[in-house]
């Protein structure tokens, strides 16, 4: 019983700090401020519009799909075909 009581008092006595998680100071919740440096390197690593062309082909996922659409349009089949680990850990 004592036990659980100075429990209790320690837990009210944190909880109630000027300090605590409860009671953010407002220069916690600001966001972080991005440099310059930031910007460059996001331009940097992200990929261009002109890297990102090849998802603008309209792809199709099943051979037969892609054989029906040729056909129709009179247009060649590009068939990728790979043996093994997709790494070449093979």
């Not at 019983?1 to 009671?23: F, N």
């Not at 099943?62 to 056909?71: E, K, T, Y």
Request: net charge positive; hydrophobic share 40%.
């Amino acid at each position: 019983m004592k036990s659980l009581l100075l429990v209790t008092i320690t837990t009210a006595a944190l909880a109630a700090s000027p300090g605590s998680a409860a009671d953010p100071s407002p220069d916690k919740l600001q966001p972080p401020q991005r440099s310059a440096e930031y910007a460059k390197w996001r331009d940097y690593l992200l990929p261009s519009a002109s890297e990102q062309s090849h998802r603008t082909i309209p792809w199709r996922a099943s051979v037969l799909h892609g054989l029906i659409d040729a056909q129709k349009q009179d247009k060649p089949i590009l068939l990728f075909l790979m043996n093994g680990h997709p790494l070449g850990c093979s």
